[in-house]
Antibody, heavy 116, light 107 residues
Framework: QVQLVESGGGLVKPGGSLRLSCAAS????????MSWIRQAPGKGLEWVSY????????SYADSVKGRFTISRDNAKNSLYLQMNSLRAEDTAVYYC?????????WGQGTLVTVSS | DIQMTQSPSSLSASVGDRVTITCRAS??????LAWYQQKPGKAPKLLLY???RLESGVPSRFSGSGSGTDYTLTISSLQPEDFATYYC?????????FGQGTKVEIK
């Protein structure tokens, strides 16, 4: 069955960096868009970024543009999110999701906490 | 950016009730709308896409309708497992945005 498993979350100081990973299985990863979506504690959902199936197009929410970079390795069935210059307002559960511009598949999420 | 406004933000209902949640886009989105259900501590689950297409495996008591800027999610007969928070999401153009959510609670 389809599985998306995120990793890499944790506690980081403001201004720090973190790299999230998402391991995909159970579907043809290389055929589909993938996205990162986040949810701050007790808040709603916020789309963060997406990447096309072949790596040639990316898009970002204004709130993370210039600080976050999405990438993928289709040979490893993996999605990544490099997060730099982290701020307190980036604290959230980060979900890996796919496979279209709506989200059929979701991981269980990984918590990122930005605090001194 | 297209803003999505959901209403109500919360509602109380009983098992067996018909429940309607609305989502209004700040501009026309040509049925590029999805609905999700989220239970506490869990990832969201896709219910409908293209405004009215039911995702495989989702019970038929869930339905969606609408056009242009106004869309509706209807649960025809609320079941105990339906108490959750529901989100709409447009995918007409990036940035894709979600509504603020509607929490469906037990009356």
């Amino acid at each position: 069955q389809v599985q998306l498993v995120e990793s890499g979350g944790g506690l980081v100081k403001p201004g720090g960096s973190l790299r999230l990973s998402c391991a995909a299985s159970g579907f043809t990863f290389s055929d589909y868009y993938m996205s990162w979506i986040r949810q701050a504690p007790g808040k709603g959902l916020e789309w963060v970024s997406y990447i096309s199936s072949s790596n040639n197009y990316t898009s970002y929410a204004d709130s993370v543009k210039g600080r976050f970079t999405i990438s993928r390795d289709n040979a490893k069935n993996s999605l990544y999110l490099q997060m730099n210059s982290l701020r307190a307002e980036d604290t959230a559960v980060y979900y890996c999701a796919g496979k279209n511009d709506y989200f059929d598949y979701w991981g269980q999420g990984t918590l990122v906490t930005v605090s001194s | 950016d297209i803003q999505m406004t959901q209403s109500p933000s919360s509602l109380s209902a009983s098992v067996g009730d018909r429940v309607t949640i609305t989502c209004r886009a700040s501009q026309g989105i040509s049925n590029s709308l999805a609905w999700y259900q989220q239970k506490p501590g869990k990832a969201p689950k896709l219910l409908l896409y293209a405004a009215s297409r039911l995702e495989s495996g989702v019970p038929s008591r869930f339905s969606g309708s609408g056009s242009g800027t106004d869309y509706t999610l209807t649960i025809s007969s609320l079941q105990p497992e339906d108490f959750a928070t529901y989100y709409c999401q447009h995918y007409y153009s990036t940035p894709w945005t979600f509504g603020q959510g509607t929490k469906v609670e037990i009356k």
